[in-house]
């Protein structure tokens, strides 16, 4: 591979009524990713093409883009795996275009806000000035931890198929950290989640497709994280649910004892 | 809760359905033939059981299609909240009004 | 901000109708969703046939002969079999579907491993033994209807 033929979506707000794709060739670099290609069109070949990037390393979820029809993040994926040297540039879908190759991902954060994604006691007075850490066990972190890894990207949403045409669906990022703040032991806001969820536009609208979990850069596979939430609401609802108690509270030992002998010390 | 038992009863009526809908399709188109005769539907019409089969087929498949339809309707047409209730009326008349026709048809044959 | 919120430029790129249809790379599970609602649709249209087709008897032994011959012709032999297939399809597929959606078969949350693959592609195999279970009981309703 010489030169790659980089084909952009472009909207400007300002003189355009709809995208259109325009053409670049690249030079190939190898280990080049999506974004380094951006990057050179933008410094030698069109300055005004506007895009989004921060960390270029798959962490800020900055740069999620419609690439060779599906979404991934661009600094992400390397040219060489998408194995063609035309690739296809295009906006993420289901989000509103500000300007090329820029979402605005309006949508997303304010559903998240609304299934309340943040730690709820009953004791909340406890909770913003706690005396001692709450216990909880391995096994009881594991059935939450691989939903915490969201990074906020949106790229589920552009991959939902229900997203796609219903603009009150809440989606599965936050669908999928609902559930991530329901199974974790320390919350205790479980039921006010659930009358969030349990809506006509809410989690029953998702009929696992899948492309979620294909979607995400983070293998957090949301579509899982829902149907475990649809479980456990389907529970609570027939009556059969065995909730486990909020996690309690526990204080740290008083006397540490070392697992190895500490030998004296032979300097003062 | 009201949305988790809607869906709860979608899928008792699926399970349902897979039994009688499916003993409905297995009677009707590989079994004895001539199913269609006029006799062969005397003979069913005169018969008690078979209205409870044939009631009990139209309710659990009437439930789940219109379900279903109203899923498909609230996702393409993004409904608001408020609106919904109007649609949910118009699907339990619709549905009532297709039950009713459905069980007067047999039971005026009776 | 505030400006280009109030002004609406932002040009909408909601994919619509055609989201529930272009799966483009994605798998196997979004193609079936797809089908499990054509299906749907298509059962249901048939089931306002039917009832229509049926209520037909109370007029008679004469208007029902009239009205079955209608159904003779080689196209809604086609029919009837196409909506057998869809209630072979809908039915299995919707087995899966109560299962999965209530997160059986799908295994435990586990951290996730790089290349990462969601619960329900590892458990692939459920969905072959659904999909093979579909086709053969469709081709052996087609031999049993053609004989």
Redesign the interface.
Known sequence: MQNLSFKVQRYDPDKDSSPHMQEFTVPFTKGMSVLDGLLYIKENLDNTLAFRSSCRMGICGSCGMLINRFPMLACHTPVEELETDKIEVKSLPNYPIIKDLVPQLDLLFEKHQSVKPYMIREDSENLERPEAGLYQSVEELDSFMQFSYCIKCGMCMAACPTVATDSLFLGPQPLAQGYRYCADSRDEADKERFDIVDTPHGIWLCHMAGACSEACPKGLDPAFAIQLFKRMMASQSLGIRKRPKAAPEIQPPKEIKPMIEVPEFTVQ | MKETRLKILQYVSGIALFVIAGGHMLYSHFSNSDITSWSSIADRAASNWWLVFYVLLLIFGLYHGLHGLRTIILEYFSISDSSVKVLDYIFVIAGLAILGYGTYIPVEAL | MQA?DSKN????????????VW?????W??YL??L??LT??G??LF??IH?CI??A??GG?ST??DV?DIFETPAFKVG?YLV?AA?IFH?IN??R??L?????T?G???????P??????QKRRFMWAVLFVIVVLAIY?LV??VI
């Open positions: 280009i430029r932002h040009l909408p790129n909601r994919l619509g109708i055609k989201g529930w799966a483009g790379r994605y798998t599970e979004r969703y797809t499990h609602r749907g649709l059962l249901l089931i306002t009832l049926n209520g008897r109370i032994e029902w002969a079955m009837e057998i209630f039915a919707g087995g579907l109560i999965q959606h209530l997160a059986y799908l435990k949350p586990k951290a996730p491993v790089y990462y693959v969601d619960a329900m592609r309703s049993l209807f």
